[in-house]
């Protein structure tokens, strides 16, 4: 913890691997696209660490001998999309505790949003699915302006959408990206340790102000303005 904190008076989230369990979505996806291409497909264990990185994250794990950005990696990219999008939420799932985490936000009238990176085209019809989302005062993709994560004017945005001072934000993420846009739009930076990180990345040197390890931390923290 980087200094003393003050309970918030809004809250921005990261989606995948924070909000949503998303990963055997993206794994299913990856694993057509490996069988297709004749490989062997991926274990949980495997691919729900880097989970959080996306498409690109997915497709280096499945195809580490394609060079990223080449036309075959895009080639691929694109199917990878097109199959994820088929398959969006079968298995997709809220966390454990954050349908209770909105439900105190709501009931306290504290307002929160979703910054993600996650293209707009596949995250509006997922976020439909969960009614718990339709209270969000704000909601920025990862193609809602030109600049996404690490850079901190995603954050921005959505804390001027929300009409609440920065200083007076926690931004919760389980990437390192979330805490560097954080700490750079001088927002709160919250690392949900039970998300996607894959230790190789050495998350104990994140520079970050609180982890957590489970959303009950934050619904405890609102309610009791602790």
Known sequence: MQHELVAPNGLLFDLDGTLL???????CALNRLLDEHGRSTKSREQYRPIASHGA???????FPDITFGSAAFEELRKRFLLYYAEQLFEHTRLFDGI???IETLDSQNIPWGIVTNKPTHLTLPL???FSEFNTAGTLICGD???VRKPHPEPLLVAAS???????????VGDAERDMQ?????????VLAEYGYICQSEQPEHWVTDLRISHPNTLTKTVQHKI
Request: charged share 20%.
């Open 56 to 62: 690109m994250g997915m497709l280096k794990l499945g």
């Open 99 to 101: 349908g209770e985490l």
């Open 21 to 27: 369990d998303t990963a055997d979505d993206l794994a």
């Open 127 to 129: 976020l439909k699915q």
């Open 181 to 189: 846009a954080a700490r750079a739009a001088g927002i709160t930076a």
């Open 161 to 171: 959408e929300l009409n609440i001072p920065v200083s007076q934000l926690w931004y």
């Open 144 to 146: 809602t302006l030109t």
